[in-house]
């Protein structure tokens, strides 16, 4: 025998539960309509599919490596050696390095600047309505555009070259990172802000003072996984001729050297993972342990 | 002397401060209390302008507070230190940067402000926050993070900062409302010493009645926003206590505990 108020509480949670599994129903039911439309639209057809992917393994096939057990270990001039598998590895190597390159230094501008613009874009230390409305559309200008998109106009006004890849990769850096840090600001304890403020401080110190201490480990936790993001990117942004081994790589897949193609592909696999496992073990590091 | 006149705040249609004329001379120690919400921490955040006034004026030896912007608003909050309950340090920061923020506003020109971002202070300044915080006994602590700290010692450390700021005023917001029964006693005394001895006018939120009685010169007592009693300690009895709270003192002892629930350690 249940009470009146047990009675009426049950009788509330289990009109609660129908409401919000009706919610539920719906939301997957609308998911699932859009889901099909968007595969039809793009032509997501199963039987398009199970024809291409042989084609695909056929490609891999072709760019595995003629390897031979007998000849393994010989040098450049051997054919079958895995040496003459990398028979441009110094001239790949130093496009690698390019690439890092480019990565890092793309990184630490964007991120520089990205810092800059996010205190006025975070709605809780903004000075103002209007910088803050400005800053934040400013940022979200700059990470909607592809950086690849960035790096064609980019290769048109400064040429061929790393340069351009660095600045195209920086732009869209800034913009995401930008919202990011803005959004770590915007969950700050405000109180020492007021401690700050109430001492004297102007706008600029009590940023510093107030909430640079407080968001800085995951600010530079961000910068780290930004700069994997962008190892990647770097070595894709060189299609379009903004440097480093993405370059190479355009022009081994356009010629069909499918051997080469392969060992890039190893190499920046390989570097990409290597610069992953760097980064996640510093950022664990600085996790605990960050003063700013 | 500070001079409220008709000071009111609102939120929405709830006057949080409704119509508060007061003056204050120089060197006085102030406590007010009333119960939670009665606009203590409101009058006191207007007075160092954290909070904007919906009307009315403060003055602070002729110069009206309200109007100042920019440069001299910044002055103003240096001459008005100003403490609070959670002690609003930077946590991550060690004592010693803490303290020195109260030097932030005494360093003129765009340089003063960029070598301060880069936490570039100078010897001197170090040598006061030093000084400022063995007078509070804890030179010792000087290197360690804020958040190391007990709450008793945090509070001693906002006091360190406030005086490197060379204050005419402190605002001290339920500086002891976080903080056991021991350490609430240092804090107070260190704030009736910085009266006594270096002539700072004192202006204090306090919960318990027997404090304000114990360390203030003058009590004013506010509710609903107004300020309902205003005089000695002496010339609060019985019959004004139960007005001021709904409830005789005793009442009021037993609700509150001698040992608040803090939300930090002491």
Redesign the interface.
């Known amino acids: 025998m249940l009470s009146p108020a047990a009675e009426r509480g049950e009788a509330a949670f289990q009109a609660a539960r129908r409401a919000r599994r009706g919610r539920v129903l719906l939301g997957v039911a609308l998911f699932l309509a859009a889901f099909l439309a968007s595969a039809w639209m793009s032509e997501f057809h199963p039987a398009a599919l199970a024809s291409g992917l042989p084609r695909a393994g056929e490609y891999f096939l072709r760019l595995l490596p003629d390897l031979r057990w007998a000849t393994l270990f010989g040098d450049w001039e051997t054919e079958g050696s895995i040496a003459f598998w990398f028979y441009r590895l110094d001239k790949w190597a130093l496009l690698l390095l390019e690439t890092a390159n480019m990565a890092a230094l793309a990184t630490l501008a964007g991120g520089a600047l990205a810092l800059l613009l996010s205190f006025p874009a975070a709605r809780n230390v903004s000075p103002s309505a209007w910088t803050y409305r400005f800053a934040r559309r400013g940022l979200e200008a700059m990470r909607t555009v592809p950086e690849i998109v960035y790096a064609l106009i980019l290769v048109w006004a400064f040429g061929v070259g790393p340069l351009a890849g660095i600045i195209a990769i920086a732009l869209h850096t800034t913009g995401a990172l930008g919202k990011l840090f803005a959004e770590a600001i915007e969950n700050a304890d405000m ?2 802000w ?9 706008w ?2 009590a940023c ?3 909430v640079l ?2 968001v ?1 480990p995951n600010m530079v936790s961000y910068l780290l996984l930004r700069f994997e993001i962008n190892v990647r990117g770097a070595s894709v942004i060189g299609f379009v001729g903004a440097g480093g081994i993405g370059q190479e790589l355009y022009l081994v897949i356009s010629q069909n050297y499918y051997e080469e193609i392969s060992a890039i592909i190893l190499l920046i696999v390989l570097v990409v993972a290597m610069i992953d496992l760097l980064s996640e073990a510093v950022r664990r590091r600085l996790g605990g342990e960050a ?2 | 002397m500070l001079e409220l006149q008709n000071l009111t705040r609102r939120f929405g249609a709830r006057a949080a401060v409704d119509d508060v004329s007061l003056s204050v001379p120089a060197g006085q120690m102030v406590g007010i209390i009333g119960r939670s919400g009665a606009g203590k921490s409101t009058l006191l955040r207007m007075v160092n302008r954290l909070t904007e006034p919906t009307s009315g004026r403060i003055l602070h030896d002729g110069t009206d507070v309200t109007a100042l912007r920019g440069k001299a608003l910044r002055d103003w909050r240096t001459r008005c230190a100003m403490i609070f309950q959670q002690f609003n340090l930077v946590q991550r920061l060690d004592v010693l940067t803490n303290v020195l923020v109260g030097r932030l506003n005494h360093r003129p020109g765009p340089w003063g402000t960029i070598s301060s971002l880069f936490l570039r202070f100078s010897p001197e300044e170090r040598a006061m926050a030093l000084d400022a915080l063995d007078r509070f006994d804890l030179a010792e602590q000087a290197l360690q993070r804020a958040d190391t700290l007990s709450g008793g010692q945090q509070q001693r450390v906002a006091i360190a900062r406030a005086m490197l700021q060379e204050p005419k005023l402190l605002l001290a917001d339920e500086p002891i409302a976080s903080l056991d029964p021991r350490n609430a006693r240092v804090v107070m005394e260190a704030l009736r010493d910085v009266n006594r001895r270096d002539g700072l006018t004192v202006l204090v939120n306090l919960h318990h009645l027997d404090t304000a009685r114990r360390y203030c010169d003058r009590i004013i007592a506010m509710q609903d926003g107004r300020i309902v009693f205003d005089g000695p300690p002496a010339a609060l009895d019985a019959r004004q206590v139960h007005a001021i709270y709904g409830v005789p003192e005793e009442a009021l002892e037993a609700e509150t505990p001698h040992a608040p629930a803090s939300a930090v350690p002491a």
């Open positions: 109180k020492p007021d401690g700050v403020r109430s001492a004297g401080g102007n600029a110190q510093r003072f107030a201490p407080q800085a003063r700013a």
